[in-house]
């Protein structure tokens, strides 16, 4: 039998999916990080702006956090969804510079766009782009310098910049200092997630303070419950506050009125002994996750002890972490010893709102693990932007309080710039012009800034490529644009690193790919 055409083709992937290789490959890649990196620019630095977002569901928020409006897309692109998962990383391990680190990313594979359709291999990029990462590494090690009680201060107001909080900006960096301090000296870690934020629904930002303890929401089932308990030793229960209910249906019989009584009387002896226990603890107020009983509830009225249920069990663990209590399991097991202690629990009904709810407030515990911002500020998207910003701020104040810090406004990125494109000069293959291509990419958070701010981005990335070049102190984007002797703009070492390596990271991942397999048929 002869070779011909006629020998029936081998069909390994079913009809509709398309495979693309070479450049084209490349192109869509790229097309998705440009995309991206577009629609984040706006938004970056001290003047950027806000995006709408408007779910399906009709829920609206307006925010300049990278990390919510990556989150928030219903991305499919799977080179987009590649941006998404290094923006989520991002956040997780610092909390801030998701923007940043999408910047760069985008930047790195236009250029690296442009270098492919020279001819250049994709692998020479690779290896130029790893160069470039090991130097401006080394450059970012060399500038950072260990901060004093300012810088740190600095570097809560800068993650919190561009999030609504402008008006209260150094008030919520002194809370936020303060907040970790007080954490930090009672759990050895400045740990941002032991921080809690409440949301006071009045006021204004200014009227945000930092509570030494817990404050949370939950009605308050009896008006004459004791309220503004000073120097209060409380009680927490994982579990209900009720007599255990049977578990199986059973049918008493009952002859005479005497049997009955005892029954009820037997019932109300073990409510009894659920209160005496809590009254022989010395608890002057008791929070629980589950029900509280009626009668209970009642009783411990009586004797001057305020109680509240429904807790979830986050709050629960919370307030035990505040007030330095042990969680039981039972009234029946409570000591002395499992008591925690607080200076004040008070709680405050507002008749002019509409909410069911009471605000419950733990405050001046003597040496909480947990503290908690209340948050003035009636409008609600206003002030979730605002705690988005102070997640961010809290967590990169957290890393500077542990580590050493970095100059920002663009100026470290163009100082790393200039150190690429120095150790580019070593380099005789055609890496050089990857690396110099790393360092266009890197200048682009400074010509953003000069860019959102009213500035020309080419003059001020001249301007500081000559400024970084003189080695002398950092040059930066003031938020009006122009070239600044940084002031007051510092970020954690860790999160200009951890950007940079996720942005290189992503992009070489990208580039190591040459051909998409699409089963959609895209
Ligand atoms: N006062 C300021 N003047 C100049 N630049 C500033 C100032 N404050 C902050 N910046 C710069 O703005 C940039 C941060 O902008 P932004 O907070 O919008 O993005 P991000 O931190 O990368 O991402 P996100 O906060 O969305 O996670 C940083 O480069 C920072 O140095
Ligand atoms: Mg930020």
């Avoid at 360092?439 to 860019?451: G, H, K, V």
Wanted: with cysteine.
């Amino acid at each position: 039998m002869s070779e011909g055409t006629d020998r029936p083709r081998v069909a390994i992937l079913p009809e509709h999916t398309k495979v693309s290789s070479g450049t084209e490959v490349q192109e869509k890649l790229i097309l998705a990080a440009r995309v991206f990196s577009d629609l984040l620019k706006p938004t970056f630095g001290p003047r950027g702006l806000d995006k709408m977002l408007y779910k399906t569901d009709g829920t609206t928020a307006v925010t300049n956090d990278g990390a919510k409006i990556v989150a928030e897309l219903l991305v499919r692109h799977p080179a987009a969804k590649m941006m998404v998962s290094m923006a989520e990383s991002q956040e997780e391990q610092c909390g801030d510079g998701v923007t940043t680190t999408m910047l760069i990313c985008g930047s790195l594979l236009i250029e690296a766009n442009n270098l492919l359709r020279k001819g250049i291999h994709p692998l020479t990029l690779v290896e130029g782009y790893s160069l470039s990462l090991e130097a401006a590494r080394a450059q970012a090690d060399a500038d950072s310098v260990e901060p004093d009680a300012q810088k740190i201060s600095a570097v809560s107001e800068t993650a919190l910049r561009g999030k609504g909080a402008e008006s209260a900006l150094n008030h919520f960096s002194t809370i936020i200092v303060e907040a970790l301090e007080t954490v930090l000296q009672h759990n050895g870690e400045p740990r941002a997630e032991n921080v809690c934020m409440f949301k006071l629904g009045t006021g204004s930002l200014r009227d945000s303070k930092l509570v030494k303890g817990f404050t949370f929401r939950r009605r308050v089932q009896l008006d004459d419950l004791p309220n503004n308990l000073k120097d209060a030793r409380i009680a927490c229960l994982d579990g209900d506050l009720k007599i255990r209910e049977l578990t199986r249906d059973v049918e008493l019989k009952i002859s005479n009125s005497d049997h009955l009584d005892s029954f009820i009387d037997a019932e109300s002896e073990r409510k009894d002994e659920i209160c005496q226990s809590i009254i022989d603890s010395g608890a002057l107020a008791i929070l629980c996750s589950g029900e509280i009983d009626r009668d209970i509830l009642h009783h411990l009225s009586d004797k001057g002890i305020l109680a509240i249920g429904d807790l979830d069990s986050s709050e629960i663990r919370n307030a035990a972490d505040s007030i330095g209590a042990r969680i039981v399991e039972s009234t029946m097991d409570i000591e002395p010893d499992d008591l925690g202690r607080c200076g004040l629990i008070s709680w405050e009904r507002r008749q002019e709102s509409d909410s069911v709810e009471d605000i419950i407030r733990i405050e001046g515990c003597l040496s909480p693990t947990v503290v908690t911002i209340e948050i003035g500020g009636a409008g609600e998207a206003g002030t979730e932007e605002v705690i988005r910003g102070l997640h961010d701020s809290l967590r990169a104040t957290s890393l500077a309080m542990q580590e050493s810090v970095l100059p920002g406004a663009g100026a470290i990125h163009a100082r790393m710039a200039q150190a690429v494109r120095d150790s580019s000069d070593a380099q005789g293959g055609r890496e050089r012009l990857a690396m110099e291509a790393y360092a266009r990419a890197l200048e682009t958070i400074p010509a953003t800034l000069a860019e959102n701010g009213g500035g020309d981005p080419l003059d001020r990335v001249l301007e500081l490529r000559a400024s970084a070049r003189d080695g002398s102190e950092p040059i930066g984007i003031s938020p009006e644009g122009k070239a600044w002797a940084v002031d007051g703009v510092w970020h954690p070492a860790s999160v200009i690193a951890n950007s940079l390596e996720s942005a290189t990271e992503t992009a070489i991942g990208m580039l190591r790919i040459d051909q998409v397999i699409s089963s959609r048929g895209d």
